[in-house]
Nanobody, 123 residues
Framework: VQLVESGGGLVQAGDSLRLSCAGSGRTFHRYAMGWFRQAPGKEREFVAGISWNSGTRIYADSVKGRFTISRDDAKSTVFLEMNRLELQDTAVYYC?????????????????WGQGTQVTVSS
């Protein structure tokens, strides 16, 4: 599956953004999806994950209550709604896909990745 992220940009602290990740292929609905991010000089970190049937959604503690992951399989798209953005949310955001990640919070458990979209939060 090929993944293409969009929706990043420059916003002020407290603003909202919605990231999208469009997938290709007819089997998108079979994949668990994840969002990860990487800030300059830091390792890539888990942000949110959603199971193939949307039955399970998990979040990093740093974004819990502010970010929401969802998916629309009819459009082969997964979303990340980000509210009350903070300076430390600045990063390149990547979406990922895997049919059965052993631990959805671990980036190496995902086989497919998008190219990333930049989110910059200013004060």
């Amino acid at each position: 599956v090929q993944l293409v992220e969009s929706g990043g940009g420059l916003v002020q602290a407290g603003d909202s953004l919605r990231l999208s990740c469009a997938g290709s292929g007819r089997t998108f609905h079979r994949y668990a999806m994840g969002w990860f991010r990487q800030a300059p000089g830091k390792e890539r970190e888990f942000v949110a994950g959603i199971s193939w049937n949307s039955g399970t959604r998990i979040y990093a503690d740093s974004v819990k209550g502010r970010f929401t992951i969802s998916r629309d399989d009819a459009k082969s798209t997964v979303f990340l709604e980000m509210n009350r953005l903070e300076l430390q949310d600045t990063a390149v955001y990547y979406c990922s896909a895997d049919e059965a990640p052993r631990d959805p919070r671990v980036d190496t458990d995902y086989d497919y990745w998008g190219q990333g979209t930049q989110v910059t939060v200013s004060s």
